[in-house]
């Protein structure tokens, strides 16, 4: 009877050391993964700004200490498919340069001008996040916020201190076509472009084919953002993607848009921010699945 209660004893304290251990690794990440120009002024010297606009404009006046590495060393062409990840190698490379390390916390900051000024961001934040960096973490309303809220601006060019960066690449949060095709009527997969092309009223001039791929959910970018370019409170992120995609935060779930850009912008509120687990980008996105007459799509 004593060795039946010790053993129950310690099922339930090897039951408390475990939730204690996820308790500790949600809790571990130090930064919020969305950031004010209020908290950032404040935290200058505890992070690495990096800034993702073109270098000319970094010049011009940027964040106080950020780091300038533009947008195109982080998305490239490959073949005919447009922001796509990086060679390893090269990508080692760019975060390298950049001083940034694996236990790096690292703020992201770009512009807000338009749509596509604000993916970049994202884009660039989940390319960190790709290769291993622990804590990313995005600026609300990017630069152009930081300077509306009248925030200091220096013309200082920043040059780091060159890393050698050994982060461990994590694959499984990019999927292939075969991927989505296999997914098809299994995960939950999301279009993440605006309704008109999510209905197959309009398309760019790259993509083949109107529509959608079959079985997808619509979840519009545009519908995170603030009119100033901010990102919008947490619940009202939280009720856009759970009625788009659910609450249940274990099944997959693949996002995709034209080339891989613009869905970063919701991986990484559904995955950083919402605590959905098991969250992918399709990188090809439309331009690559649409080229396929045999790859499914409605209507």
């Known amino acids: 009877m004593i060795m039946k209660k010790r053993g129950k004893f310690l099922s339930v304290l090897a039951g408390l050391i475990f939730v204690g251990a996820l308790a500790a690794t949600a809790s571990a990440r130090e930064l919020e993964p969305v950031v004010t ?5 404040k935290n200058l010297d505890k992070v690495i700004v990096l800034d993702v606009r073109k270098v000319e404009e970094y010049r011009g006046g940027h964040i106080p200490g950020a780091v300038n590495v533009a947008y195109g060393s982080w998305a490239i062409k490959r073949g005919e498919l447009l922001n796509e990840l990086p060679a390893d190698d090269d990508l ?3 975060l390298g340069s950049a001083g940034i390390e694996p236990a790096s916390k690292v703020v992201v900051v770009g512009k807000t001008a338009t749509p596509a000024d604000r993916v970049d961001a994202t884009r660039v934040a989940w390319t960190l996040i790709y290769a291993g960096v622990s804590e990313v973490s995005l600026l609300s309303g990017g630069y152009d916020k930081w300077v509306a809220d009248g925030k200091a601006v220096s013309t200082e060019a920043v040059r780091p201190r060159a890393k ?4 461990r690449f994590h694959k499984d949060l990019v999927v292939t076509k075969a991927a989505v095709a296999a997914a098809l009527g299994k995960g939950v997969i999301v279009d993440v472009r605006e309704r008109d092309f999510y209905e197959g009223k309009k398309k760019l001039p790259f993509v083949e084919r109107l529509g959608h791929i079959k079985g997808a959910v619509s979840l519009p970018t545009s519908t995170m953002y603030e009119a100033d370019g901010t990102y919008k409170a947490k619940d009202a992120l939280a009720a856009l993607a759970a009625a788009a ?25 559904m995955r950083e921010l919402l605590g959905y687990k098991n ?11 649409a080229k396929d007459p045999a790859a ?4």
Not at 37 to 41: I, M, Q, R, S, V
Not at 245 to 269: H, N, P, Q, S
Not at 296 to 299: D, K, L, S, V
């Open 92 to 94: 080692r490379d760019v």
């Open 164 to 167: 050698d960066y050994r982060g």
């Open 279 to 289: 969250v992918k980008v399709y990188d090809g996105s439309m331009m690559e699945w």
């Open 296 to 299: 499914p799509m409605e209507p």
């Open 245 to 269: 995609v659910g609450a249940d935060r274990d099944r997959e779930i693949i996002l995709y848009c034209d080339t891989g850009k613009f869905c970063t912008a919701w991986w990484f509120m």
């Open 37 to 41: 120009t209020a908290w950032l002024e």
